[in-house]
């Protein structure tokens, strides 16, 4: 239904921006679509829309390409947040793969 919802906005004309990407990527994480949410953070710079740290942070929890998401959201931002390395930690804790 997310991915519906991002079809209808975008066919209508309506103006999306980054904190609805950033919507509709958690969304598609959560819902263990992360290849959708890789393909929209991709398609944001074509959309003129800066991807944010909420944005990697989104596809990062999900995706079993974690470290080349990760290895991009550095390069493009410089030091990686706290809410990155949590989110890592905890993604590593709950694969057993905590040391």
């Known amino acids: 239904w997310t991915l519906a ?3 209808e906005v975008m066919q209508t004309g309506m103006q999306s921006d980054v904190m609805f990407y950033n919507t509709v990527l958690s969304a598609c994480a959560k819902a263990s679509q992360w290849q959708h949410a890789v393909c929209l ?3 944001m710079a074509s959309e003129s829309l800066p991807a944010t ?4 942070n989104a596809v990062l929890v999900r995706c079993p390409w ?3 998401v990760l290895q991009e959201e550095a ?3 410089g030091d990686l947040t706290v809410v990155t390395y949590n989110s890592l930690m905890s ?5 057993g793969r905590w040391q």
Do not use: G, I, K, P
């Open 5 to 7: 919802l991002l079809v």
């Open 91 to 95: 993604l590593f804790s709950d694969e």
């Open 41 to 43: 953070l991709r398609s």
């Open 66 to 68: 974690r470290m080349a």
């Open 75 to 77: 390069e493009r931002f």
């Open 53 to 56: 740290v909420v944005s990697y």
